[in-house]
């Protein structure tokens, strides 16, 4: 019996301009750009194993994967995922949509797949994102007859990476902006990496872990009938151009300007729609409060880039030169809250392939 083991990882990435609306609800098709910065250890972690097997089948087992040695301090972080049976049905449909679009749909073999992610389930981070781009990217390298050669080459093919954005896009629309990185722009046909300085440590303030109320799969449909709607698309044109400019000339103030702006605008479209909903908890509000106040208190200093998924707890952006002392300063005024640190990556990448005979 042949095996094959593929070991890949994939960051979350948090977005200044937000993916909110579908134009096709099927193919996660956004009615708007938007921009983001990909993150680095705030990650998931995918093993895929492949054995012999007269037909296809996906087994997803739920314990921690063993990154070895070499990874110990990695290994530490990573936490055990729940897997509920809506996450496996679309595992289970990812893996076939991948294996379908790579032309391997006869293939047979048994995949055993095993995510962990770095980062706890509801504090803030995108795990649709890093979930996503990472199956997408263990399964496309499973599908592919030499899995070496495709973890040396894929990353050279900027076609390819085109064909496995969009595949990972079919799975969870903000996961297409983790393949790659520090910024990303996801024009709705197409995404982009940008080659801006990306001086940032991101400290996410978690006020609370609770399971969203709302998935953002169904934000996304209700945002439509908010009256604040109207003309979204065309404000947030506008703010990308901005966002570039800014991004360009490394212009903290306009960034972090066009970052709240465009935050505050998507909660707004939350709490307007024709059945409100909020995803703020009254400790969101202290600490933008808060914020507002100290993000550009010092004219020595440049200002915090401040902005929220779809959730409560509170992503502050902060150049590297001054994180410990933003750092100091979160935990002194809210040492009841955990915060954690992430910095600008590269996107997605396979860390490891084996091929074994036993
Ligand atoms: C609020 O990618 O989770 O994080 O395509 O339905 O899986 P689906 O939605 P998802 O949308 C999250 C959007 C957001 C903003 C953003 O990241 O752009």
Same mark, same amino acid.
């Given at each position: 019996?042949?095996?094959?083991?593929?070991?890949?990882?994939?960051? #979350?990435?948090? $977005?200044?301009?937000?993916?909110?609306?579908?134009?096709?609800?099927? @193919?996660?098709?956004?009615?708007?750009?938007?921009?983001?910065? =990909?993150?680095?250890? @705030?990650?998931?972690?995918?093993?895929?194993? &492949?054995?012999?097997?007269?037909?296809?089948?996906? !087994?997803?087992?739920?314990?921690?994967?063993?990154?070895?040695?070499?990874? #110990?301090?990695?290994?530490?972080?990573?936490?055990?995922?729940?897997?509920?049976?809506?996450?496996?049905?679309?595992?289970?449909?990812?893996?076939?949509? &991948? %294996?379908?679009?790579?032309?391997?749909? #006869?293939?047979?073999?048994?995949?055993?797949?095993?995510?962990?992610?770095?980062?706890? $389930?509801?504090?803030?981070? $995108?795990?649709?994102?890093?979930?996503?781009?990472?199956?997408?990217?263990?399964?496309?390298?499973?599908?592919?007859?030499?899995?070496?050669?495709?973890?040396?080459?894929?990353?050279?093919?900027?076609?390819?990476?085109?064909?496995?954005?969009?595949?990972?896009?079919?799975?969870?629309?903000?996961?297409? %902006?983790?393949?790659?990185?520090?910024?990303?722009?996801?024009?709705?046909?197409?995404?982009?990496?940008?080659?801006?300085?990306?001086?940032?440590?991101?400290?996410?303030?978690?006020?609370?872990?609770?399971?969203? *109320?709302?998935?953002?799969?169904?934000?996304?449909? %209700?945002?439509?009938?908010?009256? @604040?709607?109207?003309?979204?698309?065309?404000? +947030? *044109?506008?703010? /990308?151009?901005?966002?570039?400019?800014?991004?360009?000339?490394?212009?903290?103030? $306009?960034?972090?300007?066009?970052?709240?702006?465009?935050?505050?605008?998507?909660?707004?479209?939350?709490?307007?729609?024709?059945?409100?909903?909020?995803?703020?908890?009254?400790? =969101?509000?202290? /600490?933008?409060?808060? @914020?507002?106040?100290?993000?550009?208190?010092?004219?020595?200093?440049?200002?915090?880039? +401040? =902005?929220?998924?779809?959730?409560?707890? &509170?992503?502050?952006? /902060?150049?590297?030169?001054?994180?410990?002392?933003?750092?100091?300063?979160?935990?002194?005024?809210?040492?009841?809250?955990?915060?954690?640190?992430?910095?600008?990556?590269?996107?997605? !990448?396979?860390?490891?392939?084996?091929?074994?005979?036993?």
């Amino acid at each position: 019996m042949s095996s094959r083991r593929i070991l890949v990882r994939a960051p #979350s990435n948090i $977005a200044l301009i937000k993916y909110m609306g579908k134009s096709d609800v099927s @193919l996660n098709l956004p009615l708007n750009s938007s921009l983001s910065m =990909t993150l680095s250890d @705030l990650c998931t972690w995918a093993e895929l194993i &492949v054995e012999d097997s007269e037909k296809f089948e996906l !087994e997803i087992a739920e314990s921690i994967l063993d990154l070895g040695p070499t990874r #110990s301090t990695m290994q530490k972080r990573l936490l055990q995922n729940a897997w509920s049976e809506t996450d496996r049905t679309k595992a289970l449909k990812h893996a076939a949509r &991948v %294996r379908s679009q790579m032309g391997a749909d #006869s293939l047979k073999g048994k995949w055993i797949l095993k995510t962990n992610n770095t980062f706890p $389930a509801g504090a803030g981070i $995108a795990s649709s994102a890093s979930s996503f781009a990472a199956m997408t990217l263990a399964f496309a390298a499973a599908c592919s007859k030499d899995a070496y050669q495709f973890s040396r080459e894929w990353r050279q093919d900027s076609e390819f990476i085109h064909r496995l954005t969009d595949l990972s896009r079919l799975g969870s629309g903000s996961s297409c %902006r983790s393949f790659q990185g520090p910024w990303v722009l996801w024009n709705p046909d197409r995404v982009a990496v940008l080659p801006y300085p990306a001086p940032f440590v991101d400290l996410v303030v978690v006020v609370d872990q609770g399971k969203k *109320s709302v998935s953002s799969s169904d934000a996304h449909l %209700r945002v439509l009938d908010s009256p @604040l709607w109207l003309g979204r698309p065309e404000r +947030v *044109s506008k703010r /990308v151009s901005a966002l570039r400019i800014a991004l360009e000339k490394n212009d903290l103030h $306009a960034i972090s300007a066009i970052a709240w702006a465009e935050a505050l605008e998507m909660h707004g479209l939350f709490h307007t729609s024709k059945e409100p909903f909020s995803y703020w908890k009254p400790e =969101t509000l202290k /600490v933008l409060n808060w @914020l507002e106040e100290s993000k550009t208190s010092s004219s020595a200093e440049p200002p915090a880039v +401040v =902005t929220l998924d779809a959730g409560a707890n &509170v992503h502050v952006l /902060v150049t590297q030169e001054y994180a410990e002392a933003w750092k100091d300063r979160i935990k002194q005024k809210f040492p009841e809250f955990k915060i954690l640190e992430d910095r600008p990556g590269t996107g997605a !990448e396979i860390v490891e392939v084996q091929e074994g005979v036993y």
